[in-house]
């Protein structure tokens, strides 16, 4: 079993930044990726930036291309999700899905984001 947590969401001006943080505890060997989602008031959730753990493949979501930076520490089983030049648009809950090696997906109680214009 996997256990989740993030942290470091908060409210912020627009054009503002924030780093968000997603921990992972227990059979942490097993982990094979880690992927932040959000999900805003009356929307679907929607993937924001994925990362491998045995390599360095990164994907994101085209409206964070070139604002958000997703990074990981294998050592500390942490990884994180840089987000720059904010937007109203942002807002959201943030949650942090890990998946390991059966597929699963285990995830974490979310952070919110707020972004005030």
């Known amino acids: ?14 054009e503002g930044s924030l780093r968000l943080s997603c921990a992972a505890s ?29 390599g360095s493949s990164t994907v994101y979501v085209d409206s964070a291309k070139g604002r958000f930076t997703i990074s990981r520490d294998n050592a500390k089983n942490m ?25 699963n997906g285990h995830w974490g109680q979310g952070t919110q984001v707020t972004v005030s214009s």
């Open 1 to 14: 079993q996997v256990h989740v947590v993030e942290s470091g969401g908060g409210l912020v001006q627009a």
């Open 26 to 54: 227990g059979s942490t060997s097993s982990i094979t990726a880690i992927v932040w989602y959000r999900q805003a008031p009356g929307k679907q959730r929607e993937l924001v930036a994925d990362i491998a753990i045995g």
């Open 79 to 103: 990884v994180y999700l840089q987000m720059n030049n904010l937007k109203p648009e942002d807002t959201a809950v943030y949650y942090c899905k890990v998946v390991d090696n059966y597929g």
